[in-house]
């Protein structure tokens, strides 16, 4: 089964930090993606990779920047964390053809 | 991507066939029909996919309509660990769009 894990469960960080938020997949999925989700809105994609290198903006990236340097890890950056970044994290993986979508289990992040 | 359109809430009663209702009716030839459900405070899981004929695996059934814009998820047997939020989208590619999806609530 392909895995995605996400560096931390929970996670609590002071207004103004940098924050990095790592996810590793371990099936050579080109396309990797980060979602934030809040009560009553859903899931929000932030950023995507389809490769190494490459991302492109979801629909809410302001405040958030990502890194990919090998195809395994997606990073989420918060450059100075805001409190209405307080949320629950979700990185993703995806391959087509019928496959879909694996998620991780999420980092819920705390901006105080 | 074509957009789903699902109805927010749903009640079963415990043991009853659970049958989450979603509309795709934009859905083109080569996209696949996923459904995930998420459970609270965890990352959505797959459920299973179709692309025209019908599908069951060891944890539900996937019905699509003739014309594919509509397909119906079955839970033959829900428990109350099957409370969820399910998420029905439609996808060739990446970077679908989740939408509010269902809420199932089993009951006792």
């Known amino acids: 089964d392909v895995k995605v894990t996400q560096s931390s469960r929970y996670l609590v960080k002071r207004t103004g930090e940098k924050v990095f938020l790592e996810c590793v997949q371990d099936?050579?999925?080109?396309?990797m993606f980060w979602y934030r989700q809040d009560p009553g809105l859903g899931l929000r994609l932030i950023y995507f990779?389809?490769?190494?290198?490459?991302?492109e903006k979801g629909d809410i990236p302001e405040g958030y920047s990502v890194s990919r340097e090998k195809k395994e890890r997606f990073s989420l950056i918060l450059e100075s964390a805001s409190t209405n970044q307080t949320s629950m994290y979700l990185c993703?993986?995806?391959?087509?053809?019928?496959?879909?979508?694996?998620f991780g289990s999420g980092t819920r992040l705390t901006v105080v | 991507d074509a957009k789903t359109t699902q109805p927010p809430s749903m009640d079963c009663a415990e043991g009853r066939a659970a049958n989450l209702p979603c509309n795709h009716s934009?859905?083109?030839?080569?996209?696949?029909v996923y459904w995930y459900r998420q459970i609270h405070s965890q990352g959505p899981q797959y459920i299973i996919h179709?692309?025209?004929n019908n599908e069951t695996n060891e944890m539900a059934s996937l019905i699509i309509t003739e014309d594919r814009k509509s397909s119906t998820l079955i839970l033959p047997h829900a428990t109350l660990r099957d409370t969820a939020v399910y998420y029905c989208?439609?996808?060739?590619?990446?970077?679908?769009?989740f939408g509010d999806g269902t809420t199932l609530t089993v009951k006792p």
């Open positions: 179709g692309l025209k």
């Open positions: 989208i439609v996808s060739h590619r990446s970077k679908s769009t």
């Open positions: 099936m050579d999925h080109e396309n």
């Open positions: 934009t859905i083109s030839g080569n996209e696949y």
């Open positions: 990779s389809y490769d190494v290198k490459m991302k």
């Open positions: 993703a993986s995806f391959r087509g053809g019928g496959y879909g979508y694996t």
